[in-house]
């Protein structure tokens, strides 16, 4: 069945599309998605760090079936950019398992399939780690011991001057540097964190919407469910139920 899938919606796509030239790029991971965001395609490398055995094995496959839920969460948010907008999301710097299975930061980019007939048929993107890219991550190196003090400690009370005391930055440096580097500000760096980690038990846990909000960081129920919905754009309950209904 996985074969047949594969094989229909390759046919669906422009000569060239898909290429067995990535095998051959050092540190290169190469995968290919249709518009249902199922796993198409993609290299050895790519099929390794999947935990399949063979590209077959793997095709059908959705992200939040392989990777941690905060990890295909983020990737299913970028891919449904890329699906809708018909438009390449380039250069995304984000977390992805490496060679054993821990997160690591690398550079991905992701861009639109079409049909012979002009369609949207998904997408396929690279993801190159830190090492193949070192000088456009150095940014994000600068700030790293920061990120993971506040990847240890976003559950407590952060003050940001404190933060920035502690690794010799003054507030407005941390501040600037976290707009260069990450598009967002210390603040809501931790905020999504937060989400993220909540997701996580959203779907694994059977705490109350309210357990969870005072177990990442917030004070209330209702301070919670504002910011989850402000950066996921559907309130926790909903979020659960989703994830319910697809299992």
């Given at each position: 069945?996985?074969?047949?899938?594969?094989?229909?919606?390759?046919?669906?796509?422009?000569?060239?599309?898909?290429?067995?030239?990535?095998?051959?790029?050092?540190?290169?991971?190469?995968?290919?998605?249709?518009?249902?965001?199922?796993?198409?395609?993609?290299?050895?490398?790519?099929?390794?760090?999947?935990?399949?055995?063979?590209?077959?094995?793997?095709?059908?496959?959705?992200?939040?079936?392989?990777?941690?839920?905060?990890?295909?969460?983020?990737?299913?948010?970028?891919?449904?950019?890329?699906?809708?907008?018909?438009?390449?999301?380039?250069?995304?710097?984000?977390?992805?398992?490496?060679?054993?299975?821990?997160?690591?930061?690398?550079?991905?980019?992701?861009?639109?399939?079409?049909?012979?007939?002009?369609?949207?048929?998904?997408?396929?993107?690279?993801?190159?780690?830190?090492?193949?890219?070192?000088?456009?991550?150095?940014?994000?190196?600068?700030?790293?011991?920061?990120?993971?003090?506040?990847?240890?400690?976003?559950?407590?009370?952060?003050?940001?001057?404190?933060?920035?005391?502690?690794?010799?930055?003054?507030?407005?440096?941390?501040?600037?540097?976290?707009?260069?580097?990450?598009?967002?500000?210390?603040?809501?760096?931790?905020?999504?964190?937060?989400?993220?980690?909540?997701?996580?038990?959203?779907?694994?846990?059977?705490?109350?919407?309210?357990?969870?909000a005072l177990e990442v960081g917030f004070y209330d129920h209702s301070a919670f469910s504002r910011k989850f919905s402000e950066i996921l754009g559907v309130s926790p309950r909903a979020y659960r139920k989703r994830y319910e209904s697809e299992t």
């Open positions: 069945m996985s074969l047949e899938l594969q094989s229909q919606w390759l046919a669906e796509l422009r000569p060239g599309a898909v290429s067995s030239l990535f095998e051959f790029l050092p540190d290169t991971l190469y995968f290919a998605k249709d518009r249902d965001r199922r796993l198409m395609a993609g290299n050895r490398a790519f099929v390794e760090r999947c935990g399949f055995s063979s590209e077959a094995e793997m095709v059908g496959h959705v992200d939040r079936e392989i990777f941690p839920v905060e990890m295909a969460e983020k990737f299913r948010g970028d891919d449904k950019k890329v699906i809708e907008s018909g438009e390449p999301l380039l250069g995304i710097v984000e977390l992805f398992p490496n060679r054993i299975g821990e997160p690591e930061w690398f550079v991905t980019d992701k861009i639109p399939l079409f049909t012979r007939g002009g369609e949207c048929a998904g997408l396929c993107g690279i993801v190159r780690s830190f090492e193949g890219a070192h000088s456009q991550l150095r940014p994000y190196l600068d700030l790293l011991p920061v990120t993971d003090y506040m990847k240890k400690h976003f559950t407590g009370k952060l003050s940001m001057p404190e933060v920035a005391k502690k690794f010799g930055m003054s507030t407005r440096s941390m501040q600037r540097q976290f707009l260069a580097t990450f598009k967002t500000t210390p603040q809501k760096y931790i905020a999504k964190l937060r989400i993220l980690r909540a997701c996580e038990l959203l779907v694994k846990t059977g705490m109350t919407i309210t357990e969870i």
